[in-house]
Each structure stands twice: as structure tokens, then as C-alpha cells.
């Protein structure tokens, strides 16, 4: 009954390689999104899809492409990934009027060798 | 100058103490304020949500905003080792389509010592 899931929880890939991380929710929320947390325990936003359609795209590289085949799910794909790119990645999700206040995932610690 | 800026601590009280966590912000845009625990290893979780300036209680917890100051707070009352973890303070503005787009502080590692 986990309201947020990820998978994997961990993921150790070497450089170039090209990898997945899933995301379901079943809370019924309009919306979805993708957050970086670095070494520092800094959260910055990477990607929000609102009913499957894109709004907020932040300055991330191109190698990182956001999908979303139904509301429930957003899905992150890493192409050609780099050392740069270890970090926790979480997937939450939100009701419209719930103005922030986030559903989060329990992460996927990425570790790029 | 961050839009959030929150000290990461850590901040290391004995058991029973009050804790005080606090944060600044300068985007007099943000509307909403929220307070999220989030312990090793796991997602962060909402503790609190405050829209107006003034005072939000729950349970041992209390929120307080002062829009004017830009500066809200997280009081902790009767701390618990259970309490150990860090704690992030976070503020949305809507962004289009339906959406709130949060801003995260830094985050504020806090251990309660029995």
C-alpha cells in the first residue's frame, strides 16, 4: 500500500551507460515529480508533469529525459550517465490544492563508478 | 544570495530540550510554507504546512511565519531521540497548469541525545 514507489532503491552503473528509474503513485495526485538530492542533502527539482504533460523543466542536461505513459507513473531515463550524476533521486507526487505539499518516494541511490 | 537559506546544522540537543530550526527567504513570491523530516536513508516527509503568518500548532510541533520578516520557524517541544533527523524547510509558488513548484532549504541535521 506504499502511496509513492520507486525502483530500484539502488543502482550502481559504470560511466556511458544508459539507465532507468521508475516511479508509480497511487494516491490519485494530479501531479509528479523528479527531485536531485546531491552529497549535501541539497533537494532541487529536475522535472513536474501535470497530468502527463510537461511544466516545469529546470536546467538539467539533455542525457536526462522525463516519460509519462499515465498519470500515475513518471519514469526517468539517463543516457550516457557521468560521475557527476551519483546522487538520491526522488520521485513525489502532489494534489493540486495541496499547493506543496509533497508526497515523496524513498529514493534511488544512484552510484556512477 | 539563495532564495532559501536554512543552517545545516548539525544541531545536537538532550532529550526533553526545545529545538528551534529556522529559515530565511528572499522571493516575497512564496506563498505556501512547509516543514518536511525526512530520517537517513528515506524520502522526506511532510510535517507541517502554514499559509498565513502567525502560529500553526501540532502536538509538540509549531510552526510559526512572519511574511514581513521573511522568516519562518519550527519549534519543537519535549524533543525525542525519535526526533533525530534532518529537518527541511520548504516554500512553493505556483508555477502554471495546476502546479506548485517547492523551493527546499538546505536542511537542518538535528540529533536529540537521550
Known amino acids: 500500500d506504499t502511496a509513492v514507489s520507486q525502483t530500484p532503491k539502488y543502482l550502481v552503473t559504470q560511466m556511458g551507460n544508459d539507465k532507468s528509474i521508475k516511479c508509480e503513485q497511487n494516491l490519485g495526485h494530479d501531479t509528479m515529480y523528479w527531485y536531485k538530492q546531491d552529497s549535501k542533502k541539497f533537494l532541487k527539482i529536475m522535472f513536474s508533469?501535470?497530468?502527463?504533460?510537461?511544466?516545469i523543466n529546470e536546467t538539467v542536461p539533455n542525457r536526462f529525459s522525463p516519460k509519462s505513459p499515465d498519470k500515475a507513473h513518471l519514469n526517468l531515463h539517463i543516457n550516457s550517465l557521468e560521475l557527476g550524476d551519483s546522487a538520491v533521486y526522488f520521485c513525489a507526487s502532489s494534489q493540486d490544492q495541496h499547493r506543496g505539499g509533497y508526497t515523496f518516494g524513498s529514493g534511488t541511490r544512484l552510484t556512477v563508478v | 544570495q539563495k532564495e532559501v537559506e536554512q543552517d545545516p546544522g548539525p544541531l545536537s540537543v538532550p532529550e526533553g530540550a526545545i529545538v528551534s530550526l529556522n529559515c530565511t527567504y528572499s522571493n516575497s513570491a512564496f506563498q505556501y510554507f512547509m516543514w518536511y523530516r525526512q530520517y537517513s536513508r528515506k524520502g522526506p516527509e511532510l510535517l507541517m504546512y502554514?499559509?498565513?503568518?502567525g502560529n500553526k500548532e501540532d502536538g509538540r510541533f509549531t510552526a510559526q511565519v512572519d511574511k514581513s520578516s521573511k522568516y519562518i520557524s519550527l519549534f519543537i517541544r519535549d524533543s525525542q531521540p525519535s526526533d533525530s533527523a534532518t529537518y527541511l524547510c520548504a516554500m512553493s509558488v505556483y508555477s502554471g497548469a495546476g502546479s506548485y513548484q517547492l523551493t527546499f532549504g538546505k536542511g537542518t541535521k538535528l540529533s536529540v541525545i537521550p
Open positions: 502554514t499559509y498565513s503568518s
Open positions: 508533469y501535470n497530468n502527463k504533460e510537461l511544466i
